[in-house]
């Protein structure tokens, strides 16, 4: 299921384009669930607490308070992957939106053909991030982190918790299976941890610190978790 945010000022505006992208996915068969968003101020305030949340962001240009490009601006600070199309009345305002690594853009009144062909672009270059993130869902929400967010993995019972650089994500699954999908570039330095092993920061004898944390390497671990862990502090020049 695909996450939609749309931000526009005008809420007929917003009824009409999750209305029209609604019927788009349906005819491929894809589910959706929109979030709306009457201002750039509270997209911001809202993402503060949901990072990686949405899949595509649609982003009015001319908007009250903070303008649909300087909102780009500062949704791109913080998130340089959730893909962002924009939406306008005024053609001239398209060129901004490359600035800011939008996708695209569809022109008010939206023309559903345009509006097509972007929808297609979006999910093409979303099936390709499929493969550079881990994906889980818990009470709070569905969410997609990046692999290069995230800090390490630990299990709590029947729990897993994913460490990113901003937040803890614990979601109802087995370490084990969680090695299997994130695959090279993680490194299981103990029966309750897995690394990403460029996150990785020193090794203090039997073990690592990762984004603060000093986290053990057990006997059964070590020498495997060594070589790996070793290998991506070289790549980055910490050895």
């Given amino acids: 299921m695909f996450q939609i945010g749309i931000c526009d000022d005008e809420i007929g505006a917003r009824q009409k384009l999750s209305g029209a992208v609604e019927r788009i996915l349906k005819k491929g068969n894809q589910d959706c669930v929109f979030f709306d968003f009457s201002s750039g101020e509270g997209l911001l305030k809202w993402l503060e607490s949901h990072p990686g949340e949405l899949d595509v962001l649609f982003l009015d ?49 939206i023309d559903l053909q345009k509006l097509e062909d972007v929808m297609m672009n979006a999910l093409g270059v979303l099936q390709k991030q499929s493969f550079q993130s ?23 019972r029947r729990q897993v918790v994913l460490v990113a650089e901003q937040k803890e994500y614990p979601f109802y699954g087995k370490l084990d299976a969680v090695a299997s999908e994130v695959g090279t570039g993680f490194v299981r330095i103990h029966q309750w941890y ?31 978790a060594l070589m790996e862990i070793t290998n991506a502090l070289l790549q980055k020049g910490n050895v």
């Fill in 61 to 109: 240009i001319e908007m009250g308070g903070i303008n649909g490009v300087e909102t780009a601006k500062r949704v791109r600070a913080a998130d340089d992957k959730l893909i962002l199309i924009f939406v306008t009345g005024f053609a001239d305002f398209v060129f901004d939106g490359y600035f800011v690594g939008a996708l695209g853009y569809v022109v008010k009144p």
């Fill in 194 to 224: 897995l690394v990403r092993g460029a996150a990785v920061t020193a090794l203090e004898g039997g073990n690592v610190v990762v984004g603060g944390a000093r986290l053990p390497i057990s006997r059964a671990h070590r020498h495997n």
């Fill in 134 to 156: 881990f994906s889980l869902s818990n009470s709070e929400g569905k969410y997609k982190i990046p692999l290069n967010k995230i800090m390490y993995f630990y299990s709590d």
